[in-house]
């Protein structure tokens, strides 16, 4: 069972950057797929990226693309999310999530079977 915590939330002017963390724990493995999604009030949780087991394929939302960056360090079993150029429209709840034991990057979240708690974004005009 893999347990996630994510970190690194917090409130910034439009323009700023931050940099979400999401330490994995309980499987020994850590060559899994993972992904961040966010949801904002009222609205249905999104897929944000989601970056292959190996670290050398990755997807995003065409809402972030250019300006989010996904990675892994797997011998630290941590995930991030780079963000820069935030926009009011990423306020969100950040989650990360683990596909495991699938390798493949995927987009669906229905694949996924481990989830953090979330860390809020707040992005101001």
């Known amino acids: 069972q893999v347990q996630l915590v994510e970190s690194g939330g917090g409130s910034v002017q439009a323009g700023g950057s931050l940099r979400l963390s999401c330490r994995a724990s309980g499987v020994s493995d850590s060559t899994y797929s993972m992904g961040w999604f966010r949801r904002s009030p009222g609205k249905e949780r999104e897929g944000v990226a989601c970056i292959a087991g190996s670290g050398l394929t990755s997807f995003y939302s065409d809402s972030v693309k250019g300006r989010f960056t996904i990675s892994r360090d797997n011998s630290n079993n941590t995930l991030y999310l780079q963000m820069n150029d935030l926009k009011p429209e990423d306020t969100a709840m950040y989650y990360c999530?683990?596909?495991?034991?699938?390798?493949?990057?995927?987009?669906?979240?229905?694949?996924?079977?481990?989830w953090g708690q979330g860390t809020q974004v707040t992005v101001s005009s």
């Open positions: 999530a683990a596909d495991y034991p699938s390798v493949l990057c995927s987009k669906s979240e229905r694949r996924y079977n481990a």
